[in-house]
């Protein structure tokens, strides 16, 4: 079974422009969620969507939305970027079947704002 | 999410010694997670905990889900370098968010 893929894998951004990455989710799994990880901070929950609905939030700025599609595929958009949006955005799939809650991560989109 | 307080913060490791570290949290979880992540990657799934108590291991890595819901630790024996990296614990609470602890570094010891 192939993994979480993201997409890109690196992206250079200028201050003030907006970005949207890409997580596709292991097949069969409806639950998606988005982390920050930065050096000083460590990995922060962003959002978690289900069914193509927001079902979790993480305490960031408007800034920063998502969706989910049909089958399963989520997108992540931070506008107006600030240098500070520096980071590897992770973004992890789950089942959520019965009592698993058990999260895999994809490799990452390394987001440079310059 | 909570706070977690993951420790110790770095370890070095000589090949074929035994090696723990733990996260406690000041709120009861429902689940505890331990992750591994490499530079440059995501964090792997290692070990999954859902019951107080429970003790599970995979391979080498031993964790266990403390008696009060508000800790865990994770073992691993006989190590060798390719234990090196960063390990994460995560707890999920009632609010279903996933927590994570900052990190314990794993290095050699040269």
């Known amino acids: 079974k192939a993994g979480v893929t993201q997409t890109p894998r690196y992206l250079i951004k200028t201050r003030g422009q907006q970005v949207t990455l890409s997580c596709s989710p292991i097949?069969?799994?409806?639950?998606v969620s988005w982390y920050q990880q930065t050096p000083g901070q460590g990995l922060q929950f962003l959002f978690e969507?289900?069914?193509?609905?927001?079902?979790n939030k993480g305490n960031f700025p408007g800034r920063f939305s998502g969706r989910q599609f049909s089958n399963s595929r989520s997108e992540m958009n931070v506008s107006t970027l600030e240098l500070g949006d520096s980071a590897l955005y992770l973004c992890a799939s789950s089942s959520n079947r019965g009592s698993s809650y058990e999260q895999y991560f994809g490799p990452g989109t390394r987001l440079t704002v310059t | 999410g909570q706070q977690l307080n993951q420790s110790p913060q770095s370890m070095f490791i000589q090949e074929g010694e035994d090696v723990s570290m733990n996260c406690t949290s000041s709120s009861i979880f429902n689940t505890w997670l331990w992750y591994k992540q490499d530079p440059g990657e995501g964090p792997v799934l290692l070990i999954a905990l859902y019951k107080a108590g429970e003790l599970t291991s995979n391979g080498r890595l031993t964790a266990q889900f403390g008696i009060t819901r508000k800790d865990s630790f994770l073992n691993i024996s006989a190590s060798i370098p390719s234990d090196v990296g960063i390990y994460f614990c995560?707890?999920?609470?009632?609010?279903?968010?996933?927590?994570f602890g900052a990190g314990t570094t794993v290095t050699v010891r040269a």
């Open positions: 995560a707890g999920r609470g009632d609010d279903y968010k996933l927590s």
């Open positions: 097949s069969g799994h409806r639950s």
């Open positions: 969507y289900f069914s193509e609905t927001q079902r």
